[in-house]
């Protein structure tokens, strides 16, 4: 008797035990199921909060700028020309012995990429802006939050050779602050996007003078 008494209460355990086990697992998966609801709509309202347009940067479409302000442009350069940008904001491709970068302006204030793409790179040799066009990720009240552009260079184990090989880097600054800061690069575009509509990493100023 006594060991049929134990018996029912181990299997009376032993269902009490099953669910709890069960409340446990429905609640975690409620849980994780609820974050990843509120995690997509963050993702898709963060989507439609921005959205990208894009400026040309070919010589064609581009100007050379007053006297004044080249001379500021090229104190660490050969030439520079302005380019489009957004109302607010003025773009700058600057080059000197093989290599350029970007600088960018919003009133006198300019600020230049060229440490972080000349001085400071670490993926290949002689970087230079690339293609023919840049990318602005813009707020639904049309300013820009942020400036993405391409950066090519060559690939130091292949210098030599016969073809060589030709690395690409998407540069991406944060504007939200109305200052210039550098958040890293990216080697897919989708991965830049992803710096670039989360500011929050941004931390780094960009070097910066004054223009007339």
């Known amino acids: ?11 009376k355990s032993a269902k009490h035990m099953r669910a709890i086990l069960c409340y446990q697992t429905y609640r975690y998966e409620l849980i994780t199921a609820t974050i990843l609801f509120f995690a997509s709509i963050a993702a898709c309202v963060s989507a439609q ?7 040309p ?16 442009l090229v104190e660490h350069a050969d030439t520079a020309q ?6 607010g904001w003025r773009l700058f491709v600057v080059a000197t012995n093989e290599r350029s970068w970007i600088d960018i302006a919003q009133g006198h204030s300019l600020w230049t990429t060229e440490e972080e793409v000349v001085q400071r790179n ?20 049309k300013t820009p939050r942020a400036l993405i552009f391409s950066v090519s260079a060559q690939e130091p ?12 880097r998407f540069f991406v600054v944060d504007l939200t602050t109305g200052a210039a800061r550098f958040c890293g690069t990216a080697t897919t575009r989708k991965e830049a996007l992803v710096k670039a509509d989360n500011p929050s990493a941004c931390a780094k100023s960009f070097r910066q003078s004054s223009i007339p």
Do not use: H
Request: hydrophobic share 35%.
């Open 82 to 87: 302005e380019c489009q940008a957004p109302k």
């Open 57 to 72: 940067i070919t010589d064609k479409r581009c100007s050379t700028p007053s006297a004044s302000v080249m001379a500021v």
């Open 122 to 141: 670490d993926f290949g040799d002689f970087p230079s802006v690339d293609g023919e066009r840049v990318e602005w990720r813009m707020s639904k009240s």
């Open 157 to 168: 184990a292949s210098i030599g050779r016969v073809q060589m090989r030709q690395l690409t």
């Open 49 to 55: 909060s921005t959205y990208s347009v894009y400026t």
């Open 1 to 11: 008797m006594a060991v049929n008494r134990v018996q029912r209460v181990l299997s």
